[in-house]
């Protein structure tokens, strides 16, 4: 396992160990910057982006990592160009039927559903 390489990453770890609940870790999240590769180059106005998805207990999730670091060759070669965002803008502009996979490395990667992105946009 590794080191934390900041703040969004020491509440995910935290958040997969079961040392914080979701709540601690959606408050750091939504005071962070996240990293999501896209297929295409995105251009000022937002067109262009295509992020990576997977699917996962049939619901589609985008693909955002905690820093550039984090991101392996394979995920790069599949999309080169990097966005970083503050995390509240994809949560708010995100397709309502479509998740979050937070990864923080090769082993540490966590599912935000729909309905825990909806809760999160109340919020905000």
Do not use: C, H
């Amino acid at each position: 396992m590794s080191k934390p390489l900041n703040a969004l990453e020491t509440a995910l770890f935290s958040a997969l160990d079961g040392e914080t609940n979701m709540s601690g870790f959606f408050d750091a999240l939504t005071a962070a910057q996240i990293v999501i590769p896209s297929e295409t180059e995105v251009q000022p106005d937002g067109s262009g982006f295509a992020p990576l998805t997977q699917w996962r207990q049939g619901v589609e999730l985008v693909l955002a990592f905690t820093s550039n670091a984090r991101i392996g060759k394979s995920y790069l070669d599949l999309a080169p160009w990097l966005l970083t965002v503050d995390s509240t803008w994809l949560i708010r502009n995100l397709a309502y039927d479509r998740g979050l996979l937070l990864l923080g490395g090769p082993d540490r990667g966590l599912m935000v559903t729909p309905s825990q992105l909806a809760a999160i946009r109340v919020k905000l």
